[in-house]
């Protein structure tokens, strides 16, 4: 069955397959070097934070953990205390 653009059964353009591409050119030396350089690139987009910013969200951080450990100490406790009471 065929249409305006081609058959169906037989498309027009059949794919090559790669044989490794750039890759397989270099050496793993090359290839190394590649990745450190792509790895420096990425490095250079990201937006830093300021001063300001990294102490805020770091004592934003540690608020949170203490009040989580409390928390979870606060239930322990209870726990072991109703775990006494029930079993002796």
Same mark, same amino acid.
């Given at each position: ?14 794919? $090559?397959?790669?044989?490794?591409? $750039?890759?397989? $050119? ?57 775990? $006494?009471?029930?079993?002796?």
């Amino acid at each position: 069955m065929t249409d305006a653009v081609g058959s169906i059964d037989m498309p027009d353009a059949e794919e $090559k397959p790669r044989k490794g591409g $750039k890759r397989a $050119k270099k050496g793993p030396l090359k290839r190394l070097a590649l990745f450190y350089r792509q790895i420096v690139a990425e490095l250079r987009k990201v937006v830093w934070p300021t001063r300001n910013q990294l102490t805020s969200y770091t004592t934003a951080v540690i608020i949170f953990v203490v009040l989580m450990i409390g928390l979870i100490t606060l239930i322990d406790y209870g726990l072991s205390h109703a775990a $006494k009471y029930v079993f002796g």
